[in-house]
């Protein structure tokens, strides 16, 4: 997978609530919660990270096998991608793209 | 990693963790309407700037606010109003407009599909512009609004139709709901006209007659109802309305209020934090501890499973927030008489 920027989509909305991010993909009327990783990677996502930021820092949290945090996040994310939920840029993101 | 939820979820989640997840902001009362029931008592002064608003959109990402709906007065009455759009939906907070739409141009259409604004509600009065006019009293407003919802939807947005209904305009439902129709739109009706938020009730007489609510409240869409009543559950853990729980309200000068129907003011956003309001202003708390079975009237009231009582109109028209609201127990006499129950009884908001 690319390096790549991330941003939120600005057809989502979303909110942190207790930990839990709860995300509204307002193109397909869908509403997903997130577990514990997942919510920290969405909350990582701000438009100026890359996506090997967003691991390298989900793996410093995790006491866990580096190569099989890799995948499963890497996997995470595009399919973040493929919901139409993340945004991705080989420059940082700006105007209301950036947020996180 | 991830599971799917339906927003009522969110919802009750929010109701029992006692989040504001959905704000209602006036951004102005200035209208370029004058209409015949608005609750609005002054529609001259000015409120918050463009900076108060970045500050107030902060705090309630911070309380968790995950929807807003944005309503003035007339909010494109703002020449910022496109920035507080922007500045919501930078924060990813979910946008709905209530508007008249008369200002809505290409242009704008174009923008507010761009930041997915998820719904644009207009207020339609009724099917044609002799009587959608009157009741603004503004010539070419109904063509004005009708081209804007042409535009919104071209554009792809969800657009409303949203007509509170009055003894005047009661005669085209059928003509309204056609019309609707035509353009794709959904249509909501309110069959009580409020009485104005300094408490003159002169808005009042606009209301539909008996004879009118009698035929109205067997229409499922101004009045969704069953023929069975609903069993009665324990009162002590049912709270008058839960808008407290989960929502709020913000007056263009930063007061906070539960709803914008319940004029109690818990504090204002320029003084202290919208957060802090929320979690630990006195009048929030107090009302977040009323039961239903604390509302002297209702106990024992023979209309308590047909009566759709707001705790607001109750403060508002009749004096007391524990009282009885004169406008639900009327219209709980003609549902006994048509022997209907609602199915969206607020009082039975459960915690």
Redesign the interface.
Known sequence: MEDLYLA?G??????I??NVA???L??RN??????E??SEVWRLVNGKRRTSDIVDHIIKCYDAEPCEVRD?IYS?IL?LIGKGALKTSSVPFE??MA?G | ???????R??TR?AIK?V?PISVLIEVCHTCNENCIHCYLADHTRRGMTTGQYEMLFDQL?DA????VILTGGEPFMRRDFMEIV?MA??????VTIFTNGTLITEQLARELA???V?EVHISVYGADASIHDGITRVPGSFKKSMTAVDLLKKNGITVRFKSPLMSRTADGISELKALAESKDVDLQFTAVITAMNDGNMATTNLRLTDAQLKDLLLDEKIDSHTSQAIERPSTCDCVPCDTVYNGGAIDPFGNVFPCNQLQVCGGNVLEQSFGDIWSNSFAFRNLREMRVDGLDDCDGCSLFLQCTRCPGLALLEDGDIRGCSSAAKRIAKIRRSLGTYPLQNHIFSKI
Do not use: A, C, H, P
Not at chain 2, 1 to 7: F, S, T, Y
């Open positions: 939120k600005i057809n989502v909305s979303s909110r609530i207790n709860y995300i509204y307002e193109d869908d509403l997903i919660s997130l577990n990783t997942g499963i995470f399919d105007g209301v947020y | 990693m991830d599971n799917v939820l339906e927003v979820d969110l989640m963790e989040i990402v968790g606010t995950f929807f922007r939906r930078r924060r990813r907070i979910s761009s930041l997915w998820q």
